[in-house]
Structure formats: C-alpha cells, structure tokens
C-alpha cells in the first residue's frame, strides 16, 4: 500500500505562484510514477504533470512554462511548483503514484483557488 498526503493549496490572485507538495509513504520501490492531475467542478479529472522514477517529466500543454514537477526521493516528496496562476487553474489538485501506466493510488487532493 502507499499513502499520499498532498499540502500547499490554497487561494492566490492570478499571476501568483503556489508550491503543492505530496508526501509519500509505504511500499514505494514498486511506484513507476508519480504525478499531479487535477479536477475543476464539473469537469473530469485531467493529468497536469508526470515524473518517472528516472526523472523524465511530462506536461500538460495548458501548463507548460508555467508548471514545474519535481520530486525528492530523500525525502519521498513530490511537488508542483504553480506560477503564473489563472483563474482556469482554479481546482482540486491530487497527487498520484503510478506503477505501471495508470494510477494506482490517489492522495486526498490539495483545493487551489486563483481569483481574478
């Protein structure tokens, strides 16, 4: 099993900047993956950004040069470094580790809110 704790969401003006963070814990050798998706009411859970356990990162093209995926395996950590906010980047954020293609384990998701 593995536990994903997401933290840093919050409510920021457009052009701001946040950093999420997810933390993660249990039987980790077995994680691929790991990524950020997000989920705005009313829309379907879409994937923002990637990161494999090499280190190549995948984005979203709605968040490309805005968004920074990242992750410290000292400490278990992934993040998601956010500047430049709109208001369309207004949702649930959740954390995601994936073993193979698809995930396999959802943190409990980190609310953003951009206002205008």
């Known amino acids: 099993q593995v536990l994903l704790v997401e933290s840093g969401g919050g409510l920021v003006q457009a052009g701001g900047s946040l950093r999420l963070s997810c933390a993660a814990s249990?039987?980790?050798?077995?994680?691929?993956?790991m990524g950020w998706y997000r989920q705005a009411p009313g829309k379907d859970r879409t994937v923002v950004a990637t990161?494999?356990?090499?280190?190549?990162?995948k984005y979203a093209e709605f968040v490309k040069g805005r968004f920074s995926i990242s992750r410290d395996n000292a400490k278990n950590t992934l993040y998601l470094q956010m500047n430049d906010l709109e208001p369309d980047d207004t949702a649930m954020y959740y954390c995601?580790?994936?073993?193979?293609?698809?995930?396999?384990?959802w943190g409990q998701g980190t609310q953003v809110t951009v206002s205008s």
């Open positions: 995601a580790a994936l073993m193979t293609t698809q995930v396999d384990y």
């Open positions: 249990g039987i980790l050798v077995s994680i691929n993956a």
């Open positions: 990161i494999t356990s090499a280190g190549d990162t």
